[in-house]
């Protein structure tokens, strides 16, 4: 099993940047993904993007492509969501997620992930 506790979320302008990271405990294996979801208070929970753990190819949400990047860190066993140029519609909680049978791809369905993190919320103002 793995556990996922996500944190960098706050309150940040419009323009602005933000870093969350998710810490996964234990180990994972390389056909895991790493994937950001998030979620504002009258939307459904919308994928952000994933990265494969082994390889690191990644996918992103359309809305945020181009602005924002996802990384991991193998030693740390931690996952980064780097958000820069931010808008107001990007307020939301934002959840890291573990999908543990990503072999053939990257999966952007949240029903696909297996463990989720509690949220880290992020504010940005216009």
């Known amino acids: 099993q793995v556990q996922l506790v996500e944190s960098g979320g706050g309150l940040v302008q419009a323009g602005g940047s933000l870093r969350l990271s998710c810490a996964a405990s234990?180990?994972?294996?390389?056909?895991?993904?790493m994937g950001w979801f998030r979620q504002g208070p009258v939307k459904e929970r919308e994928f952000v993007a994933a990265?494969?753990?082994?390889?690191?190819?990644?996918y992103y949400g359309d809305s945020v492509k181009g602005r924002f990047t996802i990384s991991r860190d193998y030693a740390k066993n931690t996952v980064y969501l780097q958000m820069n140029s931010l808008k107001p519609e990007d307020t939301a909680v934002y959840y890291c997620?573990?999908?543990?049978?990503?072999?053939?791809?990257?999966?952007?369905?949240?029903?696909?992930?297996?463990?989720w993190g509690q949220g880290t919320q992020v504010i940005v103002s216009s």
């Open positions: 997620a573990a999908d543990r049978n990503a072999n053939f791809g990257i999966s952007t369905f949240l029903h696909e992930y297996d463990y």
């Open positions: 990265i494969r753990w082994s390889g690191g190819s990644t």
């Open positions: 234990g180990r994972t294996f390389s056909s895991y993904a």
